[in-house]
């Protein structure tokens, strides 16, 4: 039997998806949200270090549950491919469940900087990359970023960084009392010039929305939050779409291809749903939001007679310019005891190597790091010594309440070549071609990886630090928790996929919003700004709609 006509199929329910489920029901459209997992809380994998999304070794704790049904291709530099799954970093994976990776991130709640959406105006040109401005600018985004911030929930206080773009309106929530780390690493970046501020998160610090403050517990990153004080899409938007009456949640849907009609616009989106059955829901519009490599992965395989190469795909951009970011920074070991056990750990950052770096392309925002659990701290042998017996267990005595980590995020360069294609050969359960991941980080990245290591062991050491190690980043490519930029945005159908309002350039109603729009992904972490700009997204899609153009 046929599914019943919707206005809108919305494809992926994390940060980008989430969002536009909620404005369009608001709106009074009619619907559906495909999630391809689950509904899931902390009490799924309750605090279980050897199971969260950032240990992955037993597989993720917030899908894909299967391994063997979704696997994925990796290709190396040598061009040699292999399957991956999503119990390896190579997979470079980000939760799929409601909520998507907003139900078990760190939730720091960055806005980009006026400086990261022109780039290229900034910097020039960069040889060997794709580097350009985005098709908008801040002040374009700014509503949409405070929209965010109020409606979800973001607490701290950014008063303090005088390189912050300007807003309009003050945070909802005050930040957290600060940690041991926050107290002896403040003074110290005082005492070098810079200009250190409590961190935005995505975290009630008091009572808000109808749900808790933060507990502080260590369990943090990585893991759902056991009192609902951390902010997602799962415990905000999502509920609110689906009280309208206008919106159904389907999960364990797993979307096959956007079907297009002979006119070249989408007509509906076929996916296999709970029961491994293959469905075809007809719909008006569809929104896609499943992140910046599975996104990507469906343009590329909904192919049709007009969009042979795959949709939106006809100038060969589609999956191009994966990027996520390239961490680095140092690690500092104390005289004494400086951790204190407090969540979620992360607290305090400077900008102050964001943009102006000398003789660099780029830069990072710098911050001491979420609370390490043991078997993570384990994996990050600094010094060498064996993994087990006598040695290990002085390591850990040691080092383990006597280090502070500060990393940044480097704002990458984007490469034509690192990309998403879909595999010729390796399908998963469903026959689907599976994703295939090639190409590596523009090597300007590491450069300035570097440099940014050794601007987070100057901060150690002026802290108090008797003994420091850097961590610059590799030339793998990266994506992960904070994959972007395979959905270009921009005015040229030439050099993007997608226009400034989201829509696919030869499909106008197609729209993607997550973080695959990202021209550039910014020194910090996306997930506020891939919020703001599903608002913004949306925003035009309601507009429009009130006009009938898309029915």
């Given at each position: 039997m046929a599914l019943p006509h919707v206005n809108a199929v919305v494809i992926g329910s994390g940060a980008g998806g989430g969002v536009a489920a909620k404005e369009l029901a608001e709106a009074g459209l009619s619907v559906v949200l495909l999630e391809r997992g689950r509904w899931q809380t902390a009490f799924d994998y309750r605090k279980d270090d050897l199971q969260n999304q950032r240990t992955t070794q037993l597989g993720p704790a917030f899908?894909?549950?299967?391994?063997?049904k979704n696997p994925r291709v990796r290709v190396d530099d040598n061009g040699n491919a292999r399957v991956v799954y999503a119990n390896g970093w190579d997979y470079q994976n980000n939760a799929m469940c409601v909520g998507g990776g907003t139900l078990s991130y760190g939730a720091m709640a960055w806005r980009f900087m006026e400086q990261d959406f022109r780039m290229r105006s900034t910097y020039g040109d960069v040889e060997n990359s794709t580097l350009a401005d985005w098709p908008i600018s801040y002040d374009d985004l700014e509503p949409f970023y405070e929209k965010a911030e109020w409606e979800i929930g973001v607490s701290g206080d950014d008063s303090g960084n005088p390189f912050k773009a300007p807003r309009k309106k003050a945070l909802p929530m005050p930040?957290?009392?600060?940690?041991?780390?926050?107290?002896?690493?403040?003074?110290?970046?005082?005492?070098?010039?810079l200009h250190p501020f409590d961190i935005p998160m995505l975290r009630n610090t008091v009572p808000f929305?109808?749900?808790?403050?933060?507990?502080?517990?260590?369990?943090?990153?990585?893991f759902a939050c056991e009192c609902n004080a951390k902010c997602g899409t799962q415990n905000t938007v999502i509920p609110k779409a689906l009280a309208t009456g206008n919106c159904e949640l389907r999960?364990?849907?797993?979307?096959?291809?956007?079907?297009?009609?002979?006119?070249?616009?989408?007509?509906?989106?076929?996916?296999?749903?709970?029961?491994?059955?293959?469905?075809?829901?007809?719909?008006?519009?569809?929104?896609?939001?499943?992140?910046?490599?599975?996104?990507?992965?469906?343009?590329?395989?909904?192919?049709?007679?007009l969009f042979p190469e795959g949709l939106g795909n006809r100038s060969d951009w589609v999956g191009r310019n994966l990027q996520g970011h390239s961490y680095c920074g140092a690690m500092g070991l104390f005289d004494e005891d400086v951790y204190d056990d407090l969540g979620p750990g992360a607290q305090i950052a400077i900008c102050d190597y964001n943009h102006g770096n000398p003789g660099m392309k780029t830069g990072a925002m710098l911050a001491n790091e979420f609370i390490r659990l043991p078997i993570q701290f384990a994996e990050s042998n600094y010094v060498g010594v064996k993994r087990w017996g006598i040695d290990h267990k002085n390591y850990m005595r040691t080092m383990f309440r006597r280090t502070i980590r500060v990393m940044g995020p480097v704002q990458e360069i984007p490469v034509f070549d690192a990309r998403v294609s879909v595999d010729p050969a390796v399908k998963d359960f469903w026959g689907i071609p599976v994703a295939r991941l090639s190409g590596s980080k523009h090597p300007h990245c590491v450069e300035v990886s570097y440099y940014i290591a050794e601007r987070a062991e100057a901060w150690l050491k002026e802290a108090g630090a008797i003994q420091t190690w850097r961590q610059p980043s590799g030339m793998g490519l990266s994506g992960g928790q904070h994959q972007a930029g395979t959905c270009r945005m921009g005015d040229d159908p030439a050099t993007s996929v997608v226009n400034r309002n989201?829509?696919?350039?030869?499909?106008?109603?197609?729209?993607?919003?997550?973080?695959?729009?990202?021209?550039?992904?910014?020194?910090?972490?996306?997930?506020?700004?891939?919020?703001?700009?599903?608002y913004r997204i949306s925003d035009y899609i309601t507009r429009e709609w009130k006009g009938s153009k898309f029915r």
């Open positions: 899908g894909p549950h299967d391994l063997k930040a957290l009392p600060h940690s041991r780390e926050c107290e002896i690493l403040k003074p110290a970046a005082l005492r070098l010039g929305n109808e749900r808790p403050a933060c507990m502080r517990c260590r369990w943090c990153v990585g999960t364990e849907c797993l979307a096959k291809e956007v079907v297009i009609d002979d006119r070249g616009r989408a007509k509906a989106v076929a996916y296999f749903d709970e029961n491994d059955r293959l469905q075809e829901q007809p719909c008006d519009l569809v929104v896609v939001s499943c992140s910046a490599i599975e996104s990507a992965r469906l343009l590329l395989n909904s192919k049709s007679k989201g829509q696919i350039h030869d499909c106008d109603n197609v729209f993607v919003a997550d973080g695959s729009l990202h021209v550039t992904n910014g020194g910090f972490n996306p997930v506020l700004t891939i919020l703001a700009n599903a």
